[in-house]
């Protein structure tokens, strides 16, 4: 269970985050929705340590500020925005081993490392892309990639910064049932960034949105999806309506 208390991000004189409380036990996914510039990223960044941030961060009962960076990065799988480009001559397997080994791969690797990375390889069914290098991917297959990097370590926490941004129709639906599933499965807190309402309706279990900096709402995904709601947040008129198999379908009307 990941229990946040006033966390905040302050980037030199501007509080990017304001304090703000919220909880996501094991086994849910959390969707961080807002509009650009609402602070979405650099809450996901001070989660991960990558941001100098204020308040108590507790994973499973620790406290991160209190861990190592590498007992950090052994509970933390963090996918950035976009992807990290990788060396153009790594393949996918060396990339999801150095994300167990860090520099150590030219000393050897483990069973278990390989187990591991063969693994996330069957998950992702990334298995052809095994021995092909990063210049020969295309951008959705290197988010994939990163996606398994995320994941090989077995991380109790995932942060996700909009992971379905270079993929097509198709991926994006394949990736973010993958990491339900993970996330339900091994019992892990997920926290991912979303920009695509329909996607955090079908996939999320609640979300948290973002307006100027501070907490706007949070709560189960049925609850969040109200007109008024939508309209103070992104500033767009929605339609809301219920399809088949009880998924909610967001269509934005005008601008409000």
């Not at 980037?11 to 650009?36: H, M, Q, T, W, Y």
């Not at 994973?59 to 950035?80: C, K």
């Not at 379905?164 to 991912?192: C, F, H, P, W």
């Amino acid at each position: 269970m990941l229990a946040v208390e006033q966390f905040s991000v302050r980037i030199g004189r501007a509080e990017i985050v304001k304090p703000l409380d919220f909880s996501v036990a094991a086994g849910e996914c959390l969707a961080v929705l807002g509009r650009n510039g609402a602070g979405k990223t650099s809450l996901v960044r001070g989660l991960a340590g990558l941001l100098a941030h204020h308040g108590r961060v507790a994973l499973d009962g620790t406290q991160l500020d209190s861990l190592n960076a590498a007992e950090r990065s052994r509970r933390i799988g963090y996918m950035a925005q976009g992807s990290a480009q990788p060396s153009a001559e790594l393949t996918t397997l060396d990339m999801l081993l150095l994300a167990q080994n860090g520099s150590r791969l030219g000393w050897g690797v483990s069973t278990d490392s390989l187990t591991r990375a063969e693994e996330m390889l069957a998950l992702l069914d990334l298995q052809p892309l095994a021995h092909r290098v990063a210049s020969q991917m295309s951008g959705g297959q290197r988010q994939m990639v990163a996606l398994g990097a995320a994941l090989v370590r077995r991380p109790r926490l995932l942060l996700l910064d909009e992971p379905t941004s270079a993929l097509d129709l198709a991926n994006q639906l394949k990736l973010l049932e993958i990491v339900r599933d993970y996330t339900r499965r091994e019992g892990i807190a997920t926290v991912m960034v979303l920009h695509d309402l329909n996607l955090a309706t079908r996939y999320a279990d609640r979300v948290l949105m973002l307006a100027g900096g501070a907490l706007a709402h949070i709560g189960p995904v049925r609850d969040a999806m109200r007109p008024d709601l939508l309209a103070e947040v992104f500033g767009v008129h929605c339609g809301i309506y219920q399809i088949d198999g009880g998924h909610t379908a967001i269509y934005p009307l005008a601008t409000a």
